[in-house]
């Protein structure tokens, strides 16, 4: 028997509201959610609530926006039950990155109904690599191959196209060419001998994991950096005296989004001790073993190769405070379900890794929410709390831009009108264990 998620009039009443597009809190304000939308936003004065209404008194309390994670893979080993985490966490929306389209689209239909509690999800389906992967995939090798894997992925009406690594430059290119032909967005990895730099122009509308970018790196830091291990050069970048200064105004010129990630890299920063390993309970053994099979257990891990990949850790870091000064637009993305992200939990850690990068609670914030609706060009409905918008909310106990760690402090939820207090958050949580223990 399928449980059918009820719609009900809410009213959130006396909070102060949170607008991270106009960088505005407002108090004693009133948010009346009739079915899908927001009603009503307006002082508590002036907001009437209709007799019946679920009144939830807000006082002390702080309304913002749902949050967004721009990079996950849903369609995996027991992907289906781990859903709700996303929403338990506040994360009432995800672009998922991979995946078959036919799942993905069920997904998202369960979740309208209100069968299926989830985020909202705008999907890529399968994505274009030049090598094969344990993943679903379409080849592309040749400019030949990318033509037809766009046009594959045109017919499956898939949202955006994803391209990930290995391709050749005039593989990719031609993928470019012909997404824009046919008005696909594309988004991904960037693969050298691709720089950041060309797949900006070639429209790329995302750059993801900041791959691609070298680091900047002193004398002093050789010795250390030298060692770290290759996977770690790999993915965490190699040192340069390039200067990246243009690369960031021909970002900011071509309105190019990064999503930094930058919590799936501490999983590598030191591999015997990831984050979020206290959360393993929420994992099947399936999901475990793909795990091991994308990214195979590093074995020995030597201090040197703990200092190195700290080191080049904080290079990232680094890297994104510039970008951020650049005023190049950043989205929260963690690519779970991951060891070190998993689902919803990573948003609040990739959250406070962009503050301890330089970026304020404020920017972090809007990395999350209105950043993904401008990036969606949907701010007519998305990443704000006003009339006409969705009801996509989140009701904390504490101000996030006094510390965003406060993002964690959640009283409850509202994703797409449907409320989820203290028992159905913890329902949520309680459901996803048990499916990961079968």
């Known amino acids: 028997m399928v449980t059918v998620l009820a719609l009900q009039l809410i009213a959130i009443a006396h909070a102060t509201v949170i607008d991270p597009a106009a960088g505005s809190s407002r108090p004693d304000m009133t948010v009346l959610v009739r079915g899908t939308r927001i009603e009503a936003a307006g002082p508590s004065r002036s907001v009437r609530i209709p007799v019946g209404t679920r009144v939830i008194d807000a006082t002390g309390k702080f309304v913002i926006p749902g949050l967004w994670d721009m990079h996950v893979h849903t369609d995996v080993p027991g992907g289906r039950a781990l859903l709700g985490l996303y929403v338990a966490n506040g994360v009432t929306g995800v672009r998922d990155m991979d995946g078959d389209i036919r799942h993905l689209r069920g997904f998202q239909r369960d979740i309208a109904a209100g069968s299926l509690s989830g985020p909202r999800m705008v999907v890529s389906g399968p994505y274009l690599a030049g090598q094969p992967v344990p993943l679903p995939h379409f080849l592309v090798r040749t400019p030949e191959e990318a033509v037809a894997g766009v046009d594959s992925l045109v017919r499956l009406h898939v949202d955006f196209i994803k391209v990930h690594n290995g391709m050749p430059p005039a593989a990719y290119f031609a993928v470019a060419r012909e997404a824009r032909r046919r008005g696909m967005v594309f988004a991904g990895h960037v693969f050298p001998p691709v720089t950041p730099m060309q797949a900006s122009d ?137 060891r070190a992200s998993p689902p919803g939990f990573g948003v609040h850690d990739e959250l406070a890794l962009l503050v301890r990068a330089g970026l304020t609670p404020l920017d972090a914030l809007r990395a999350a929410t209105s950043g993904p609706a401008s990036y969606f060009a949907a701010t007519d409905s998305l990443g704000s709390v006003a009339a006409g918008r969705v009801a996509d909310l989140v009701l904390l106990d504490a101000n996030p831009l006094s510390d965003i760690a406060n993002t964690r402090r959640i009283s409850a939820v509202v994703a797409n009108g449907r409320l989820y207090d203290a028992p159905g958050r913890r329902a949520l949580f309680e459901m996803a264990q048990r499916a990961a223990s079968r």
């Open 202 to 338: 070639s429209g790329q509308r995302s750059l993801e994991h900041l791959t691609g970018f070298p680091n900047t790196c002193a004398g002093d830091d050789s010795a250390v950096i030298a060692g770290a291990s290759g996977l770690q050069r790999f993915l965490l970048g190699a040192c340069s005296r390039e200067d990246l200064g243009p690369t960031f105004a021909r970002l900011r010129a071509n309105h190019t989004w990064i999503t930094p990630t930058l919590i799936v890299q501490t999983e590598i920063v030191n591999p015997s001790v990831v984050p979020n390993d206290s959360l393993i309970h929420y994992f099947g053994d399936s999901l475990q073993a793909l795990w091991r099979l994308v990214l195979p257990p590093a074995g020995d891990v030597s201090p040197a190769v703990v200092a190195g990949g700290a080191r080049l850790f904080e290079k990232r870091l680094t890297l994104v405070k510039a970008l951020y000064d650049e005023k190049v637009a950043m989205l929260v993305g963690t690519d779970a379900p991951l």
